[in-house]
């Protein structure tokens, strides 16, 4: 921008210059009123031999005349070619030191878009605090570490209030369910007091998996606190072992599949986060896709490449559209409507609608996405980006562990 203005200012100079000059030189010819040939500061009609020639005035005068024309052309046309290369010369010149200048003067700006990047709900002490005189960017600067001190000190107020209620909410339930549990082993105790006594733990399970599902997604909401290296295939293994019997009792086939020709083909994928969170995230994954499926159905599970992980499952055909969120809180969008229980024939307790919402949370916590891909057999075929180690992002894959997919949603 600097260079251009520099410019358009180059070439308005060099025009003015060139009609002050223009007017200035002396023109080429003037007529009399006797229609003779004057030149410029002669009082009349030359003399009889102008050039020397001997030839007669007319032919001194025209001889004049074109020396005169000959030498104003030149004298503007090495105007206009010498300012011309003086101008091309102090753009580039102007170019240069315009980038110079304007680099050294967006230098706070670029601290600001830094610190801007480096934040999170982790690590919200970074601040500007930009030196200087005082001017329009280091107030910028200042407003900027004010807002920070403002949401930190939100968050911690939230963390402070998720701690708490923490315990205040699980203390009562625990209580509740003792006393059900003592209500139901009296003896003597009619058969319509131990419905009763039934309905309220089943209610009181599902409220304390709703609010442990709650406290896990303001945890993973808030950023991880802090890091270590996990070793993805492990915590799968875990899950599915923890599962199988789940999966056994729903009538589900569960299979652990690894991407390569062998467990000893590749090195494990090593994440970089919180290996209780990242548990929980494969947990739900796997927990739903048990429970959203059919009798006699097949959950497949595959960690390592790109994406780091999949599960899929078999069970009813679920639509997806860009109006459809899976991952919102308490929705169970293509699968029922809200309060809905599982697919058919699997037996499972109806879940309270935060599991692929904590799974979208925790991804996000830790730099990743996931994507849901809708089956053309039925069922859903979750799929999980990590930033990892060893893996290079090379794009999503289809559906299926390789099939053609019908619709899509990203997150």
Same mark, same amino acid.
């Given at each position: 921008?600097?260079?251009?203005?520099?410019?358009?200012?180059?070439? +308005?100079?060099?025009?003015?210059?060139?009609?002050?000059?223009?007017?200035?030189?002396?023109? $080429?010819?003037?007529?009399?009123?006797?229609?003779?040939?004057?030149?410029? !500061?002669?009082? !009349?009609?030359?003399?009889?031999?102008?050039?020397?020639?001997?030839?007669?005035?007319?032919?001194?005068?025209?001889?004049?005349?074109? $020396?005169?024309?000959?030498?104003?052309?030149?004298?503007?046309?090495?105007?206009?070619?010498?300012?011309?290369?003086?101008?091309?010369?102090?753009?580039?010149?102007?170019?240069?030191?315009?980038?110079?200048?304007?680099?050294?003067?967006?230098?706070?700006?670029?601290?600001?878009?830094?610190?801007?990047?480096?934040? !999170?709900?982790?690590?919200?002490?970074?601040?500007?605090?930009?030196?200087?005189?005082?001017?329009?960017?280091?107030?910028?600067?200042?407003?900027?570490?004010?807002?920070?001190?403002?949401?930190?000190?939100?968050?911690?107020?939230?963390?402070?209030?998720?701690?708490?209620?923490?315990?205040?909410?699980?203390?009562?339930?625990?209580?509740?369910?003792?006393?059900?549990?003592?209500?139901?082993?009296?003896? !003597?105790?009619?058969?319509?007091?131990?419905?009763?006594?039934?309905?309220?733990?089943?209610?009181?399970?599902?409220?304390?998996?709703?609010?442990?599902?709650?406290?896990?997604?303001?945890?993973?909401?808030?950023?991880?606190?802090?890091?270590?290296?996990?070793?993805?295939?492990?915590?799968?293994?875990?899950?599915?072992?923890?599962?199988? +019997?789940?999966?056994?009792?729903?009538?589900?086939?569960?299979?652990?599949?690894?991407?390569?020709?062998?467990?000893?083909?590749?090195?494990?994928?090593?994440?970089?986060?919180?290996?209780?969170?990242?548990?929980?995230?494969?947990?739900?994954?796997?927990? =739903?896709?048990?429970?959203? =499926?059919?009798?006699?159905?097949?959950?497949?599970?595959?960690?390592?490449?790109?994406?780091?992980?999949?599960?899929? =499952?078999?069970?009813?055909?679920?639509?997806?559209?860009?109006?459809?969120?899976?991952?919102?809180?308490?929705?169970?969008?293509?699968?029922?409507?809200?309060?809905?229980?599982?697919?058919?024939?699997?037996? $499972?307790?109806?879940?309270?609608?935060?599991?692929?919402?904590?799974?979208?949370?925790?991804?996000?916590?830790?730099?990743?996405?996931?994507?849901?891909?809708?089956?053309?057999?039925?069922?859903?075929?979750?799929?999980?980006?990590?930033?990892?180690?060893?893996?290079?992002?090379?794009?999503?894959?289809?559906?299926?562990?390789?099939?053609?997919?019908?619709?899509?949603?990203?997150?």
């Amino acid at each position: 921008m600097c260079g251009g203005l520099f410019l358009l200012s180059g070439v +308005a100079l060099l025009a003015v210059n060139y009609i002050l000059v223009r007017s200035a030189l002396p023109p $080429a010819a003037a007529r009399s009123v006797s229609g003779t040939m004057t030149m410029p !500061g002669q009082p !009349g009609p030359g003399p009889p031999d102008v050039a020397g020639t001997g030839s007669g005035p007319e032919t001194g005068v025209l001889t004049v005349v074109s $020396a005169v024309r000959t030498y104003r052309g030149d004298v503007l046309n090495t105007l206009l070619v010498q300012s011309g290369v003086a101008i091309g010369a102090t753009l580039i010149l102007a170019l240069l030191l315009g980038w110079v200048v304007a680099d050294r003067m967006l230098r706070p700006v670029q601290a600001v878009v830094a610190t801007a990047r480096r934040l !999170g709900a982790d690590n919200l002490d970074a601040r500007i605090r930009l030196p200087g005189p005082r001017d329009e960017l280091t107030e910028l600067a200042d407003t900027f570490d004010e807002m920070l001190d403002r949401l930190a000190a939100s968050f911690d107020s939230q963390r402070r209030f998720v701690a708490n209620a923490s315990h205040e909410l699980r203390t009562p339930l625990a209580a509740q369910r003792t006393l059900v549990e003592v209500a139901m082993g009296r003896p !003597g105790a009619d058969p319509a007091s131990r419905e009763l006594c039934t309905r309220l733990l089943t209610m009181n399970v599902r409220i304390e998996a709703l609010i442990e599902g709650l406290l896990v997604l303001a945890r993973s909401d808030r950023g991880l606190a802090a890091r270590q290296a996990v070793c993805l295939d492990e915590v799968v293994e875990t899950v599915v072992d923890t599962h199988r +019997a789940v999966a056994v009792e729903a009538g589900v086939d569960l299979r652990w599949e690894r991407s390569g020709h062998g467990r000893a083909a590749r090195p494990p994928e090593v994440v970089w986060g919180d290996r209780v969170l990242l548990e929980r995230m494969v947990s739900n994954l796997v927990d =739903n896709a048990i429970k959203y =499926n059919r009798r006699g159905g097949t959950v497949w599970v595959r960690d390592g490449g790109d994406p780091v992980l999949r599960v899929a =499952n078999t069970g009813p055909p679920v639509r997806l559209s860009p109006a459809v969120d899976l991952f919102e809180p308490f929705s169970r969008a293509g699968r029922g409507s809200r309060g809905a229980g599982p697919g058919p024939g699997t037996g $499972a307790t109806p879940g309270a609608g935060l599991g692929l919402s904590i799974v979208a949370s925790i991804v996000r916590a830790h730099g990743g996405s996931v994507r849901a891909v809708s089956r053309p057999e039925g069922g859903l075929e979750m799929a999980v980006f990590l930033p990892t180690r060893e893996s290079a992002r090379s794009g999503p894959a289809a559906g299926r562990f390789g099939g053609p997919v019908r619709e899509r949603t990203y997150l």
